[in-house]
């Protein structure tokens, strides 16, 4: 249900073009011990130009605090439809955060950059926090984050 | 029924509502602490000076903000690592460090969520709402119980524990209906429940493309006040297409990183700022004297917590279980039971159990319950009233009153009704004065005439129960027992024996302190704290009923004194008239906080006749602050039931007594106290005008004496005795 939704909430943004080859992604994200309260996550890809595509993924379920995901709001305008149906709870200190998606083949190698936004009550707000090119070379090798993310993998 | 929902909320939310209540003190005092660390900025400090000593200590500054305490931090990064700050402002270095508070962090997480997140949050919400319902539910019984909302902070009677509920309650319960309504405001506001939403501007579509305006030539930033700044974010490095944004209180909008301009601007909405000002309200954030207050106020839950278990326990307690209990329909005799705290049910219990011994079918019912038309057998219909507060029905008896007023006629069977209350309270048996007056108004029939028990007396009980069933025409015998403390044998010292010539033997007996448990010793239980006039009750042999006796000594004499006459035929008075020194009885101890002389300095005028002089003498013993008193005490004959004719003079030649009046009421001019009173009655009036506090002692003939000489003499000033007592200024122990 999980990776179908996805497909479709990348699916508006994303031109036909391979729908029908996907293949599941995992994506690892594993939080450093920050010393807050739990974090919001927002995944999503952008294309060459740096313009939204999709999201992935909305680690956090008020909408309200939304705003701090400064990128991805922008990128939006804090749209729910965007991440209707892929929304899960927001990730404490030191948790990791494993999804697993059925990804079209048609963003990999082709210039699509994977965004991670981060936020956290009474903390700073760190918008690109993780930025990863998707490639089929890149995929299980982590990558840190700038504040709050100390590991970020996918994996194929 | 108002006291069902402010009972069972209680009880089911308690450990919520302390839970909330105690998180929420603790946090109340970090806005303070926080406004007073937090370095401030100076008065007129723009956003665009600010930005730019912050930018030159931390050229990789990203964002500003400023916490409604006035404390500015700083995000920046420095060759790709993350760093925070807390700055000075006038200089725009670090100071301390911007990482959260821990223990805040540990204590906002149990406040708000019990560490259950949602889960959590909702059944905070549910101790925020069962907060709202206790309050109200306590504003409508606390009125009830003053007599009305003018009287709001009107002295209390009663129990320890009910007081200190009340006392607490009545100033606190501002600040509970404030967190507690806020706090669901929030909880809304984070479930997404209001339209509260900050408003963002569209993102522009276009910029200028350049970069590198400096912060100071930025004209919004020049005109914002620091005071005004809630967060200012730096634009990318090395992205032309992103911008300076900007909130202050009064919205968002996006400034070209190039020319400066306002790119976009929104204001705050209506709702965004009502949120805003409810979160500084719950919080403190901004008011940190607000907060203080709300968590003092706060810490009265837990007392009011324990005090409030403390008063149903002992309300339930009281109640006993009725066996036996006939249908309505079916019942010779209808028992109606308008009773508050539960005590007048016990009396009921016991008249149940005598009438259905007797051979009666008998229905108890609360007064609340009275349906006329389904007591189709009934031969008559016995209504035991207590009363609420300044004369109201209590909680069992609502309704009665307009469902009586409803009936076309008054039932057939004929009416007896039974007050019960403290006749140290003004309205005292006032609801059952109601009662009776509203039956007689509908011409209902009387079966006895209206009757009262003061102060739970079993022996006016029993009295009261033999009229009754001379009027059935059976021999109806009420032993009522209330739930009694549990009694100490007491071994006479010493008696002194007066009053044999004039038919009228009475006895200053004094008896050892008995031994104290550690336990009554900590707690001040039992024999461990009493004062002259509380209450000792002795429980004669043979009989299970005990009689209450005025105390003449306080713990600090150390002994346990009282005054007996003895009664003919009394069972208990005789048998305290023959105990010789070495005898015991069997006797526990109850409070009369009604009848203690107040704290205060003003004069005490004393009032009291035969062995009602007991705890009046015990007060002037007790008087070391040398208060003036003045003494007006009745006897038959000075040379034979002089009561303490031994110590008076002592007492005032040490100060403790001020002026004694004696009234002699045997001789060639029989004179009585009241006479005494009216014979003084310019200095009796001087005194009361200036402050004077009246306790009178003695039988019921005597009061009512005392109390219209009285309102004789105050009626020249305005004043009554009514009045007086009203404001605790006039209290009676009668019997």
Not at chain 2, 57 to 72: D, K, L
Not at chain 2, 422 to 443: L, R
Request: hydrophobic content about 45%; proline content about 5%; charged content about 15%.
């Amino acid at each position: 249900m999980k990776s179908l939704l996805a497909i479709l909430a990348l699916s508006t943004a994303l031109t036909a073009p391979g729908l029908a080859m996907a293949r599941p992604v995992t994506l690892t994200t594993t939080m450093t011990n920050y010393g807050g309260d739990g974090a919001y996550l927002a995944l999503y890809v952008t294309d060459t130009s740096g313009a939204y595509v999709g999201s992935l993924w909305m680690a956090g379920g008020k909408s309200k605090y939304y705003e701090h995901l400064s990128d991805w709001y922008r990128a939006t305008g804090g749209d729910p439809a965007q991440i209707n149906g892929i929304t899960g709870a927001s990730v404490g200190a030191g948790r990791s955060l494993e999804i697993t998606l059925d990804l079209a083949d048609a963003l990999f190698d082709a210039g699509y950059t994977l965004h991670v936004d981060a936020a956290v009550e009474d903390m700073r707000d760190s918008p690109n926090e993780v930025a990863i090119p998707l490639t089929s070379a890149g995929a299980g090798k982590a990558v840190a984050g700038r504040r709050y993310i100390a590991s970020f993998t996918y994996d194929m | 029924m108002i006291r069902a929902f402010h009972r069972w909320p209680g009880l089911l939310a308690l450990a919520l509502v302390t839970i909330l209540a105690l998180s929420g003190a603790m946090l109340a005092v970090v806005p303070a602490v926080e406004r007073i660390a937090a370095p401030q900025a100076e008065a007129g400090l723009t956003v665009a000076t600010l930005a730019t000593r912050v930018q030159a200590a931390y050229p990789g500054v990203e964002q500003i903000r400023r916490a409604p305490s006035g404390q500015i931090t700083a995000y920046w990064f420095d060759q790709g690592t993350p760093g925070a700050a807390v700055i000075e402002p006038t200089t725009g270095l670090g100071v301390a460090s911007a990482d959260p508070n821990q223990v805040e962090r540990w204590l906002t997480n149990l406040h708000r969520s019990l560490f259950l997140d949602d889960t959590g949050r909702i059944a905070m919400a549910a101790g925020a709402a069962a907060m709202l319902v206790l309050a109200f539910s306590g504003i409508a019984l606390v009125a009830r119980r003053t007599g009305g909302w003018r009287h709001w902070f009107a002295r209390l009677r009663g129990p320890l524990a009910g007081r200190l509920h009340v006392e607490i309650a009545r100033v606190a319960v501002l600040g509970l209906v404030l967190s507690a309504s806020t706090a669901l405001w929030m909880t809304a506001s984070t479930f997404d429940l209001l339209p509260d939403a900050t408003a963002t501007p569209v993102f522009p579509a276009e910029v200028s493309g350049e970069t590198g305006v400096s912060l100071s030539d930025i004209d919004l930033l020049q005109t914002t006040p620091v005071a005004e700044l809630r967060a200012l974010n730096f634009p990318y490095r090395d992205d032309a297409t992103d911008v300076y944004t900007l909130k202050t209180d009064r919205g968002t909008g996006y400034l070209d990183q190039g020319t400066g301009l306002t790119l976009a601007w929104a204001d705050l909405s209506g709702w965004a700022r009502l949120s805003e000002t409810i979160y500084m309200l719950h919080t403190g954030q901004g008011a940190a004297a607000l907060g203080l207050v709300l968590g003092l106020m706060a810490l009265g839950v837990p007392v009011m917590g324990v005090t409030g278990v403390l008063v149903w326990w002992a309300g339930r307690r009281g109640r006993p279980r009725i066996r036996a209990n006939r249908p309505a329909r079916q019942a010779e005799t209808i028992l109606l039971v308008g009773s508050e705290g539960g005590s007048t049910w016990g009396f009921a219990a016991t008249l149940h159990a005598a009438l259905t011994k007797a051979g009666q079918s008998v229905h108890v019912a609360p007064m609340s319950a009275f349906a006329p038309e389904s007591y189709t057998r009934a031969d008559r219909i016995i209504v035991l009233a207590a009363t609420y507060g300044d004369g109201d029905a209590p909680a069992s008896a609502k309704g009665f009153l307009d469902r009586l007023a409803a009936l076309e006629q008054a039932p057939a069977a004929p009416l007896a009704v039974l007050g019960f209350g403290d006749s140290s309270f003004p309205a005292y048996c006032a609801f059952a004065e109601a009662v009776s007056a509203a039956a007689n108004a509908k011409g209902w029939a009387e079966l006895m005439p209206l009757d009262s028990v003061d102060r739970q007396s079993a022996q006016t009980f029993a009295r009261w129960g033999r009229h009754l069933g001379q009027a059935m025409g059976l021999s109806l015998d009420l032993a009522h027992q209330p739930v009694l403390p549990s009694t100490r044998a007491l071994s006479l010292v010493s008696r002194r024996d007066y009053g044999a010539d004039v038919q009228a033997p009475t006895a200053i007996l004094r008896f050892a302190l008995p031994p104290l448990s550690l336990w009554q010793r900590l707690t001040g239980a039992g024999f461990a704290r009493f004062q002259a006039g509380d209450l000792v009750g002795i429980l004669p042999e043979g009989s299970p009923v005990p009689r209450l006796y005025s105390l003449a000594s306080a713990r600090r004499d150390g002994f346990v004194e009282i005054v007996v006459r003895k009664q003919p035929g009394g069972i208990c008075s005789s048998a305290l008239m023959a105990l010789a020194p070495g005898d015991t009885v069997k006797a526990f101890l109850r409070r009369n906080p009604g009848f203690h002389p107040d704290r205060g300095r003003s004069p005490l005028i004393l009032i009291g006749a035969g062995t009602g002089i007991g705890p009046l003498a015990g007060i002037i013993r007790g008087n070391r602050r040398l208060r003036p008193i003045h003494l007006f005490f009745g006897m038959r004959h000075p040379g034979s039931d002089f009561l303490y004719s031994r110590e008076m003079p002592v007492w005032k030649a040490e100060g403790r007594l001020v002026r004694l009046v004696t009234a002699v009421s045997r001789g060639a001019q029989p004179n009585y106290v009241q006479d005494a009173l009216r014979a003084e009655r310019a200095e009796v009036a001087r005194l009361i005008r200036d402050g004077a506090r009246v306790m009178v002692c003695g039988g019921r003939d005597m009061a009512a004496g005392v109390a219209d000489a009285l309102a004789e003499i105050l009626a020249p000033s305005g004043l009554t005795p009514a009045l007086l007592k009203a404001e605790g200024r006039y209290v009676e122990d009668v019997y």
